[in-house]
């Protein structure tokens, strides 16, 4: 039994998967290794899950964040398996894993075999119309060109148009790859995000050869799928808020506080203990805590007490994202959908940067007969910035035009739910995992402190899970000093 004559108190700043993962591992190790804890955790907003967000309208599912997570990464699927809610794991339509891309005003599959950037079967390769004759001819380049010596970090640009040139960049690589990052390619760490690709590098001396040989070994994978991996791809049946209500769930009563914002953080060693300084002017004192916020919300918080912390936190920059879902009747949509959606090049000059068709990619997401479509506008730059901060209205206006366009619409949508996520998305640029090591470096100077977030080493859930699970130990190390 925990000893309470020792009792401590931890607390978590912020409702994100990230947080809720720390509060949930503080809990039940805490218990385990016999340490008496009181636990808090302090979410300035009026629910918690973050980015995370799923609701319900006229029998759809509407997702206004992420709506799935990669398996191959363990640690969601594993924390899902531990919380008892495998049984609602949801897998991606298996008939329809192929995607699109724009090329002049037209969509075309991603050939069959080609994984984000380069080509693992020859024919579907040779046969599409995305890319010109020259370009696929520099591509094919990639099988006998030299490794790269340096061991520097490299930008996702710089590496493709290395290995694969420019157009295997423009057309392909930069909405697919960019698009998950929400990032420009010019300044987009390889090292930091796409590191499987360096070591395709290394090991083969080619990505074509490397993906071919990947082909080889997974045939079955391979085989009518096309762009991301759909089939590494999980939701859940009733939305991918299941995981962080599940996660609230679990934790002690009165553990989460809404509402209560973190101004700042200063630390008393004569006491051993923490101050948070409250925006309603309260304070409240813990013996452990984790700030599970965005790099520059966290910059503000231990400005006092830990300025070169702060600053290397701030220089993390953030891009903005909208998702605009958008209810239809399948009638009136003549795309057959025949695959998950479609992303969209920068050189298109388009205000959407992609599209899901969510009723297709996942299932019961809409009534039968209707179709749900999800848009996402915004991104890194000034363009991507711009097309954010329009309000409302105006971006529903370019999403529908666009759409009609693209897919055929006619009519107008059941209903439109627009969602926006401003800072949200942390940019890891050139030299990001140098600077996330002193980051680390500071936060470890800091008795009984830890971070937690999508800001350093992965931004996806399951990195965010991860990142909450490692924070958790280090703070259940300290507490047993």
């Given at each position: 039994m925990p000893n309470s004559s020792h009792r401590k108190q931890a607390i978590v700043i912020g409702g994100g998967i990230a947080g809720l993962t720390t509060c949930y591992r503080l809990a039940t190790e805490s218990v385990k290794r016999g340490i008496s804890l009181d636990l808090k955790l302090l979410e300035?907003?009026?629910?918690?899950?973050?980015?995370?967000?799923?609701?319900?309208?006229?029998?759809?599912?509407?997702?206004?964040?992420?709506?799935?997570?990669?398996?191959?990464?363990?640690?969601?699927?594993?924390?899902?398996?531990?919380?008892?809610?495998?049984?609602?794991?949801?897998?991606?339509?298996?008939?329809?894993?192929?995607?699109?891309?724009?090329?002049?005003?037209?969509?075309?599959?991603?050939?069959?075999?080609?994984?984000?950037?380069?080509?693992?079967?020859?024919?579907?390769?040779?046969?599409?119309?995305?890319?010109?004759?020259?370009?696929?001819?520099?591509?094919?380049?990639?099988?006998?060109?030299?490794?790269?010596?340096?061991?520097?970090?490299?930008?996702?640009?710089?590496?493709?148009?290395?290995?694969?040139?420019k157009e295997a960049f423009t057309r392909i690589a930069q909405p697919m790859i960019g698009g998950i990052y929400t990032a420009d390619g010019k300044d987009l760490s390889l090292k930091a995000t796409m590191?499987?690709?360096?070591?395709?590098?290394?090991?083969?001396?080619?990505?074509?050869?490397?993906?071919?040989?990947?082909?080889?070994?997974?045939?079955?994978?391979?085989?009518?799928?096309?762009?991301?991996?759909?089939?590494?791809?999980?939701?859940?049946?009733?939305?991918?808020?299941?995981?962080?209500?599940?996660?609230?769930?679990?934790?002690?009563?009165?553990?989460?506080?809404?509402?209560?914002k973190v101004t700042s953080l200063d630390y008393q060693s004569q006491e051993e203990k923490w101050h948070l300084h409250l925006a309603n002017g309260e304070q409240m004192e813990s013996h452990l805590v984790c700030v599970a916020l965005p790099a520059h919300h966290t910059a503000g918080l231990v400005r006092t007490v830990a300025p070169a912390l702060?600053?290397?936190?701030?220089?993390?920059?953030?891009?903005?994202?909208?998702?605009?879902?958008?209810?239809?009747?399948?009638?009136?949509?003549?795309?057959?959908?025949?695959?998950?959606?479609?992303?969209?090049?920068?050189?298109?000059e388009r205000s959407i940067i992609g599209c899901t068709f969510s009723s297709v990619k996942l299932e019961g997401r809409a009534p039968?007969?209707?179709?749900?479509?999800?848009?996402?506008?915004?991104?890194?730059?000034?363009?991507?910035?711009?097309?954010?901060?329009?309000?409302?209205?105006?971006?529903?206006?370019?999403?529908?035009?666009?759409?009609?366009?693209?897919?055929?619409?006619?009519?107008?949508?059941?209903?439109?739910?627009?969602?926006?996520?401003?800072?949200a998305m942390a940019q890891y640029h050139l030299g990001h995992l140098d600077l996330v090591a002193e980051i680390e470096a500071e936060a470890r100077k800091l008795p009984g402190f830890a971070l937690a977030g999508n800001a350093y080493r992965g931004i996806g859930i399951p990195d965010c899970v991860n990142s909450g699970e490692q924070a958790a130990a280090r703070l259940l190390e300290q507490g047993l000093k």
């Open positions: 300035a907003g009026d629910r918690v899950g973050g980015a995370i967000h799923t609701s319900r309208q006229d029998g759809f599912i509407i997702e206004h964040g992420p709506d799935v997570f990669i398996s191959t990464k363990p640690w969601a699927k594993a924390l899902s398996e531990e919380l008892g809610i495998a049984d609602q794991f949801l897998s991606t339509n298996p008939t329809e894993r192929r995607s699109f891309v724009l090329r002049k005003g037209q969509l075309h599959p991603v050939p069959d075999g080609f994984y984000l950037m380069a080509p693992a079967s020859f024919w579907p390769f040779v046969k599409t119309p995305i890319f010109s004759w020259g370009a696929k001819l520099r591509m094919g380049l990639d099988w006998v060109l030299p490794r790269r010596r340096s061991d520097g970090d490299e930008s996702l640009e710089g590496f493709i148009r290395r290995r694969l040139g590191p499987q690709f360096l070591e395709m590098e290394r090991k083969h001396g080619s990505i074509i050869k490397a993906l071919a040989a990947r082909k080889k070994a997974s045939a079955q994978e391979a085989s009518g799928t096309s762009g991301a991996r759909y089939s590494m791809f999980l939701s859940f049946k009733d939305g991918m808020q299941t995981l962080t209500d599940t996660l609230a769930d679990r934790l002690p009563d009165d553990c989460i506080q809404l509402g209560t702060s600053e290397s936190l701030d220089s993390i920059p953030y891009a903005s994202s909208a998702i605009v879902n958008l209810a239809f009747r399948r009638a009136d949509i003549e795309h057959p959908l025949n695959g998950m959606g479609f992303v969209v090049p920068a050189i298109e039968e007969d209707y179709a749900l479509l999800r848009a996402y506008v915004g991104g890194a730059g000034s363009t991507g910035e711009a097309y954010f901060n329009r309000s409302e209205s105006k971006i529903v206006e370019s999403v529908l035009k666009e759409l009609h366009e693209l897919l055929g619409l006619k009519g107008d949508p059941r209903f439109v739910v627009v969602y926006k996520h401003p800072k």
